[in-house]
Nanobody, 125 residues
Framework: QVQLVESGGGLEQAGGSLRLSCAAS????????MGWFRQAPGKEREFIAA????????YYADSVKGRITISRDNAKNTVYLQMNSLNPDDTAVYYC??????????????????WGQGTQVTVSS
Protein backbone atom coordinates (compact mmCIF):
# COMPACT_ATOMS: atom_id res chain seq x y z
CA GLN A 1 0.00 0.00 0.00
CA VAL A 2 1.30 3.41 -1.02
CA GLN A 3 0.37 6.47 0.99
CA LEU A 4 0.46 9.87 -0.70
CA VAL A 5 0.22 13.18 1.15
CA GLU A 6 -0.08 16.49 -0.67
CA SER A 7 0.93 19.83 0.79
CA GLY A 8 1.68 23.37 -0.27
CA GLY A 9 -1.76 24.55 -1.25
CA GLY A 10 -3.23 27.81 -0.08
CA LEU A 11 -4.51 31.18 -1.13
CA GLU A 12 -2.67 33.12 -3.82
CA GLN A 13 -3.44 36.13 -5.95
CA ALA A 14 -3.69 35.93 -9.71
CA GLY A 15 -0.23 36.05 -11.23
CA GLY A 16 1.37 34.47 -8.21
CA SER A 17 3.04 31.11 -7.72
CA LEU A 18 2.73 28.04 -5.57
CA ARG A 19 4.68 24.83 -5.30
CA LEU A 20 2.78 21.74 -4.32
CA SER A 21 4.48 18.70 -2.86
CA CYS A 22 3.43 15.08 -2.66
CA ALA A 23 5.26 12.82 -0.25
CA ALA A 24 5.01 9.08 -0.83
CA SER A 25 5.60 6.16 1.46
CA UNK A 26 7.47 3.01 0.54
CA UNK A 27 10.73 2.11 -1.14
CA UNK A 28 9.46 1.63 -4.69
CA UNK A 29 8.61 5.26 -5.41
CA UNK A 30 11.07 5.51 -8.28
CA UNK A 31 9.21 2.79 -10.16
CA UNK A 32 6.00 4.79 -10.34
CA UNK A 33 4.85 7.25 -12.90
CA MET A 34 3.41 10.10 -10.89
CA GLY A 35 0.61 12.40 -11.88
CA TRP A 36 -1.14 15.53 -10.73
CA PHE A 37 -4.85 16.07 -11.20
CA ARG A 38 -7.18 18.80 -10.07
CA GLN A 39 -10.86 19.07 -9.38
CA ALA A 40 -12.70 22.37 -9.26
CA PRO A 41 -16.08 22.71 -7.53
CA GLY A 42 -18.77 21.10 -9.62
CA LYS A 43 -16.26 19.81 -12.17
CA GLU A 44 -14.73 16.46 -12.96
CA ARG A 45 -11.21 15.65 -11.92
CA GLU A 46 -8.84 16.54 -14.75
CA PHE A 47 -5.30 15.61 -15.67
CA ILE A 48 -2.64 18.26 -15.17
CA ALA A 49 0.78 16.66 -15.48
CA ALA A 50 2.69 13.40 -15.22
CA UNK A 51 6.30 12.37 -14.82
CA UNK A 52 8.08 9.09 -15.46
CA UNK A 53 9.66 7.11 -12.64
CA UNK A 54 13.14 8.36 -13.41
CA UNK A 55 11.97 11.91 -14.00
CA UNK A 56 13.25 11.81 -17.56
CA UNK A 57 9.92 12.34 -19.25
CA UNK A 58 7.16 14.77 -18.41
CA TYR A 59 3.70 15.36 -19.83
CA TYR A 60 1.35 18.30 -19.47
CA ALA A 61 -2.19 19.19 -20.23
CA ASP A 62 -2.40 21.84 -22.93
CA SER A 63 -4.24 24.14 -20.57
CA VAL A 64 -1.27 24.45 -18.21
CA LYS A 65 1.74 23.76 -20.40
CA GLY A 66 4.27 26.54 -20.10
CA ARG A 67 3.35 27.71 -16.63
CA ILE A 68 3.31 24.48 -14.64
CA THR A 69 6.27 22.20 -14.08
CA ILE A 70 6.23 18.72 -12.61
CA SER A 71 9.38 17.32 -11.05
CA ARG A 72 10.43 14.67 -8.58
CA ASP A 73 13.13 13.89 -6.09
CA ASN A 74 13.27 10.14 -5.71
CA ALA A 75 15.73 10.38 -2.84
CA LYS A 76 12.99 12.18 -0.92
CA ASN A 77 10.08 10.14 -2.28
CA THR A 78 8.51 13.40 -3.34
CA VAL A 79 6.93 14.79 -6.48
CA TYR A 80 6.36 18.51 -7.01
CA LEU A 81 4.10 20.74 -9.01
CA GLN A 82 5.41 24.24 -9.56
CA MET A 83 2.57 26.54 -10.52
CA ASN A 84 3.29 29.99 -11.96
CA SER A 85 1.12 32.71 -13.44
CA LEU A 86 -1.84 31.51 -11.48
CA ASN A 87 -5.31 32.58 -12.45
CA PRO A 88 -8.69 32.03 -10.78
CA ASP A 89 -9.38 29.09 -13.10
CA ASP A 90 -6.62 27.24 -11.27
CA THR A 91 -8.74 27.17 -8.13
CA ALA A 92 -9.28 23.51 -7.31
CA VAL A 93 -8.29 20.67 -5.08
CA TYR A 94 -5.04 19.24 -6.41
CA TYR A 95 -4.40 15.53 -6.14
CA CYS A 96 -1.24 13.51 -6.42
CA UNK A 97 -1.48 10.01 -7.89
CA UNK A 98 0.81 7.04 -8.49
CA UNK A 99 0.71 4.57 -11.37
CA UNK A 100 2.17 1.43 -9.83
CA UNK A 101 1.63 -0.91 -12.78
CA UNK A 102 3.05 0.90 -15.77
CA UNK A 103 -0.05 1.89 -17.68
CA UNK A 104 0.47 3.09 -21.24
CA UNK A 105 -2.08 5.82 -20.61
CA UNK A 106 -1.14 8.69 -18.34
CA UNK A 107 -3.96 11.20 -18.71
CA UNK A 108 -6.79 9.04 -17.39
CA UNK A 109 -7.67 8.92 -13.73
CA UNK A 110 -8.22 5.18 -13.98
CA UNK A 111 -4.57 4.61 -14.88
CA UNK A 112 -3.49 5.56 -11.38
CA UNK A 113 -3.62 3.17 -8.46
CA UNK A 114 -2.98 5.37 -5.44
CA TRP A 115 -4.26 8.83 -4.59
CA GLY A 116 -3.62 11.43 -1.97
CA GLN A 117 -6.29 13.34 -0.12
CA GLY A 118 -5.67 16.53 -2.05
CA THR A 119 -4.61 20.05 -1.20
CA GLN A 120 -6.72 23.14 -1.82
CA VAL A 121 -5.47 25.88 -4.12
CA THR A 122 -7.47 29.08 -4.22
CA VAL A 123 -6.54 31.89 -6.60
CA SER A 124 -8.15 35.27 -6.14
CA SER A 125 -8.65 37.76 -8.94
Amino acid sequence: QVQLVESGGGLEQAGGSLRLSCAASGRTFSRYRMGWFRQAPGKEREFIAAISGSGGRTYYADSVKGRITISRDNAKNTVYLQMNSLNPDDTAVYYCAADAYGSDVFIRRTSYDYWGQGTQVTVSS
